[in-house]
């Protein structure tokens, strides 16, 4: 099955996982790896979020997510996937956060305009299939 269910989705739930194992779910923004099939191994789904946000904590102490398609309140529309998240730097950084901003135009655009006055740096991570 993989990330099939994720086709033509606009958000997708992260659930990410504290210390005690208690998870946080959070509706977030997405764009697929074009060039690999959602029902593959290879999938990867582009995510993008403050630097300083708590599910980039989450992420760097604990790899495993579980993700399901949502609607923009989180309100899960769809089966719940085991996942691993990876914090991405570089041209990968660059070529999700690229992917992202084609998909969402033209809010993530405005988005990351307002965002540049306020000084937050964004950072890219990767879900691919467990």
């Known amino acids: 099955m993989g990330f099939a269910g994720f086709a033509g989705q ?3 739930n992260l659930e990410t996982f504290k210390k005690s194992g208690e998870g946080v779910k959070t509706p977030v923004w997405f ?5 690999a099939r959602l029902d593959s191994n290879d999938a990867k789904l582009y ?22 398609p949502c609607d923009m309140r989180g309100g899960v529309k ?9 914090i991405l730097t570089g041209a990968e950084a660059e070529h999700g956060m690229k992917l992202l901003n084609k ?3 033209p809010w993530k655009q405005l988005l990351d305009f ?3 006055f306020r ?11 467990v």
């Open 103 to 105: 998909k969402y135009a």
């Open 114 to 116: 307002f965002a540049k």
């Open 47 to 68: 995510v993008y979020t403050i630097g300083a946000a708590g599910k980039l904590k989450r992420i760097r102490n604990n790899a495993r997510v579980n993700i399901a």
């Open 10 to 12: 606009k958000y997708l």
């Open 119 to 129: 000084k937050r740096e964004r950072t890219v991570f990767v879900i691919r299939p």
């Open 31 to 35: 764009a697929a790896e074009p060039s």
């Open 78 to 86: 769809g089966d719940w996937v085991a996942a691993r998240a990876e």
